[in-house]
């Protein structure tokens, strides 16, 4: 089996199988063609793998793998993903609709996220701390033992790698449920974590709706951490659930976020970042800049440049080479999208452009729907708070600083803010004063996985990413070392 092949059957416990699930069928968005059909994961089948994963956690081949041997493995896949970087690219536009483009930098990413891992593991330490006596003390770091990491079908592939990489490297088993719709890349990603050599019993990739194979993940009781990426209800639903396990939680959930025009930012950079920054992934993106603040002296002559320029975007399938705003998802989501929107006409809400399905007969049987804007809503209002995920930001102008912090902050998210401004003592005072995890000062949406990530409020809880991103797939202990020979404790 190749990456290239669309895949028949689910990896789990070490095999290549069908689900004992549901039947599941994949479609690419762009046309509505159905490109693969699989049967989905079970309850049973989640029990399996948690119990087969782990064992070959505690396996000493595994267990006992020092740092660098474990680091080399993980070099293997990035090293993988790299060679079969066209392949996975089209694979993931296929089964989700986005730009070549895009899943080329995604796969690229996941590649980097392996290697990143790779060497972080190589400098993680065991720490000596300072002594309170005739005894010796160290905290060292040890797997968790099974890991459930569920992940969204907006960014397969750089999702799963961002929660995989560093569970495997701890020295974890991965319990990895995909999105139901978007499946595809991530059974690929197995086969080649495979082929690089490590044990295949350690990743099981488990599709299939959440609210059968998640909700089994999260409460198999040897799934001892969940990180996830994905919605605040499921998010909670999530959170709840562990409290139960007394089990500790990581989540990426939604966001509305701000993204700033000021005065005196250059407005041709300003206006580039913000399409980049709300109809990039066709807005399917939890950090999309949503709520387009413009300083009212400069809104009138923004507001239009930002239509006219949204009016030119090229809508189309995501393998076109120039399509810049690709299908959504599903056609599910293409209409809750869609529907909305009516709900921002009826709030009063005026649509600038788009607001509608393309009129493009080539078009007419794929999941698309235009590049829309919104004014005339308050910040208060449904559209500004409630996360939309789809290709629609609202424009909103705003006067003085204080007033457009208490705006922007005014939501239940706290995931990501963008400034445009050319004052840097303005970008330090707003960024500081914004409530969000990442913030972007004249450019949006760049990534390191170097970079820890994390959302306040409603947005999430914990942090991904980074150097220490390894630490929290592990379980802390301390060991002290007794250094006097004569020491006795009681008298006996």
């Known amino acids: 089996m190749t990456t290239a092949e669309i895949p028949d059957s689910i990896h789990f416990g070490g095999r290549w199988q069908r689900g004992r ?37 505690a396996r000493e081949s595994w267990r006992d793998l020092l740092p660098h041997e474990r680091a080399r493995l993980l070099h293997r896949v990035g090293d993988l993903v790299e060679r079969d970087l066209e392949e996975l ?5 296929r089964n989700t609709g986005k730009t070549l483009g895009e899943t080329r930098a995604l796969v690229a990413s996941a590649a980097g996220t392996f290697r990143f891992y790779s060497a972080a593991l190589e400098t993680t330490e065991t720490s000596l701390t300072p002594q309170r006596g005739d005894y010796l003390t160290m905290s060292v770091r040890e797997p968790i033992g099974v890991v459930g990491a569920i992940t969204p079908w907006n960014s397969p592939i750089a999702s799963d790698a961002q929660k995989i990489a560093p569970a495997l490297a701890a020295g974890n088993a991965v319990l990895l449920k995909p999105a139901e719709a978007t499946p595809l890349v991530s059974l690929a990603l197995a086969r080649l ?15 299939g709706a959440g609210s059968v194979v998640g909700d089994a993940v999260v409460r198999h009781p040897l799934v001892r951490r969940v990180s996830f990426t994905g919605g605040t209800d499921t998010g909670r639903a999530i959170g709840r ?4 396990k007394i089990m500790p939680i990581t989540s990426e959930l939604g966001g509305k976020s701000p993204t700033i025009v000021f005065p005196d930012a250059d407005q041709d950079q300003a206006l580039a970042g913000v399409l980049f920054g709300i109809f990039s992934s066709s807005g399917q993106s939890c950090i999309a800049g949503s709520r387009i603040f413009v300083h ?7 507001a239009d440049r930002l239509v006219a320029a949204t009016r030119a975007l090229r809508v189309g399938p995501g393998t076109a080479p120039d399509t810049q705003v690709g299908p959504l998802a599903t056609f599910a989501h293409r209409d809750r999208v869609a529907s909305l929107v009516d709900r921002a006409r009826a709030e009063g809400g005026r649509v600038l452009c788009g607001g509608r399905r393309p009129e493009d007969p080539g078009l007419e049987h794929g999941a698309y729907y235009l590049p829309t804007l919104i004014d005339g809503l308050p910040n208060d209002s449904t559209t500004c708070q409630e996360e939309i995920f789809g290709p629609v930001g609202v424009v909103l102008p705003f006067g003085d600083e204080d007033d457009l912090v208490a705006r922007a902050n005014d939501t239940v998210y706290g995931l990501a803010c963008g400034i445009w401004t050319s004052d840097y ?9 914004v409530e969000a995890g990442t913030v972007w000062v004249n450019t949006y949406k760049r990534f390191s996985i170097a970079t820890p990530f994390s959302g306040t409020k409603d947005s999430g809880l914990g942090t991904d990413k980074g150097r220490d991103g390894i630490l929290q797939y592990t379980r802390q202990k301390s060991i002290y070392w007794g250094l006097d020979e004569n020491e006795r404790l009681w008298r006996i």
């Open 21 to 57: 699930g549901t039947p599941l069928e994949c479609a690419d968005p762009a046309s509505g063609e159905v490109i693969a059909k699989l049967t989905a994961a079970s309850a049973d089948d989640v029990d399996e793998a948690a119990r087969l994963g782990a064992e070959a956690a």
């Open 89 to 93: 690219a089209l694979l993931q536009t």
């Open 193 to 207: 974590v495979v082929e690089a050599g490590i044990p295949p019993a350690l990743l099981s990739v488990l599709p």
């Open 241 to 244: 659930a562990a409290a139960d």
């Open 296 to 302: 009212e002296s400069i809104y009138a002559e923004f």
């Open 425 to 433: 003592r303005r970008a330090w005072r707003v960024a500081r004063r």
